[in-house]
């Protein structure tokens, strides 16, 4: 009778193990459902800068013309100027200049790069797709001048892998990088509020006839980005910065002798593209980078 009454308990013990460890099986696989299921979240304003037809796109791609060659009527006399951009031909010259110029995102899968301009807020996003993996990398930025003169502070707010939140100090150093084989040069001011990222404006271009070209403005209304500055020889002594201004915690800014020295290398991604087997050369810290 005594060893019934173990048996029992025994076999009431293992149904209880058995049920917990299945109640834990079915919880883990619903919430790992529900995280792909969140990974898998589009945004609205991607849904939307996305759903575009092939019309929308050409005539996207001939304002995109217009408004370059505003720009360069404005590089080529000495003043003000001033160029707006609209959300679709931005959209348009990202998706041309993804696989030209960030080719290593595009070689692991990055996809379809958009920004979108709502009620004054800036919106970015771009297609992950590998393997099984298939979401939206998207976050808000805010864009704000600084003291210095095409030095733009660039703050990441919001980022996220579908609707999952992600933390932006893990991939400071990889922004970096990659931003260097794109010829875009990209310091980090480190704040109470997170790392801002330091965007550098070339002040001279082989495409500019009047130099040096100076940013004093960055303006996102609804659907547009505008952009003003000076051109010519007084251009940055005359730089006054207009808008929100982003003042430096830890950020250095370099002399105007070591911004002149800056220049986009044409050689650059070819000399990358070389590399591009090398696991060393991918994970090669940038001597052009303090941080």
Known sequence: MIAFGKAKRRHVVVRWFGFTIAGLCVLGACATARMWQRYQDVPEFYRRATNQTVQDRRLARHRLRQSLEQMQQAASSSGRWSVNFDEQTINVWLSEQLPRRFFRLYRVGAREPVVAMEDGRLHAAVQYKK???????????????????????????????????????????????????????????????????????????????????????????????????????????????????????????????????????????????????????????????RR
């Open 131 to 289: 393997g099984h993996w298939d979401t939206v990398i998207s976050c808000e930025l805010e864009v704000e001048m600084t003291e210095a003169a095409n030095v733009l502070a660039v703050r990441m707010l919001d980022l996220k892998a579908g609707s999952i939140p992600l933390p932006i100090e893990p991939f400071v150093r990889n922004i970096s990088r990659e931003a260097q084989h794109g010829d875009v040069m990209i310091d980090w001011d480190f704040t109470d509020r997170g790392p801002i990222a330091m965007v550098q404006v070339p002040f001279r271009h082989e495409g500019y006839h009047v130099e040096p070209i100076v940013v004093e403005s960055v303006r996102v209304d609804n659907r547009h980005v505008k952009l003003s500055g000076l051109s010519g020889p007084r251009a940055r002594s005359a730089f006054k910065p207009r808008g929100p201004l982003h003042r430096f915690v830890s950020y250095q800014p370099t002399t105007a002798d070591e911004a002149d020295k800056y220049q986009p290398d044409p050689t650059l991604r070819a000399r990358v593209a070389s590399k591009a087997g090398s696991r060393d050369a991918s994970h090669a810290p940038s001597e052009n980078f």
